[in-house]
């Protein structure tokens, strides 16, 4: 016998079902996040937040913010980001806790879409 074959249960704990996964999602179960870091620290090397923008399955716009800078800005890489300081000096620039807790409102629970989510966590503070 295959040792898994249908006929070999020893793999499967006696009584217990399988979760079957569905074979889609609700598409309001899908949450698109994107960040944007400047750079602070020596060099600028170190990712620090710009922008938050969270979308829906549908491309609605849930949260589209400038983040404050907790640290001094050294390289705005305003080439790749488009970001400028007046961007993160203005008014429409939150603090970054109270971004931080609207990303984690919104996300969780959520399958999450992006680029390189690990690094959009990471300048969140929540990876």
């Not at 549908?58 to 983040?67: H, I, Q, R, S, Y």
Request: aromatic content about 8%.
């Amino acid at each position: 016998m295959h040792p898994y074959s249908a006929a070999s249960t020893s793999l499967i704990p006696s009584k217990t079902p399988l979760a079957v996964p569905p074979k889609y999602y609700s598409p309001e179960r899908y949450r698109g996040l994107s960040c944007l870091a400047v750079g602070a620290g020596a060099g600028g090397s170190v990712n620090m937040l710009a922008k938050v923008i969270i979308v829906d399955y549908w491309g609605n716009a849930m949260l589209d913010t400038f983040v404050r800078p907790t640290e001094p800005v050294i390289d705005y890489r305003t080439a790749q980001t488009k970001i400028t300081d007046e961007d993160l000096d203005g008014p429409q620039a939150l603090p970054f806790a109270i971004v931080q807790a609207r990303v984690i409102e919104l996300i969780s629970g959520y399958i999450i879409i992006g680029h390189s989510l690990w690094n959009d966590l990471s300048v969140l503070g929540i990876g």
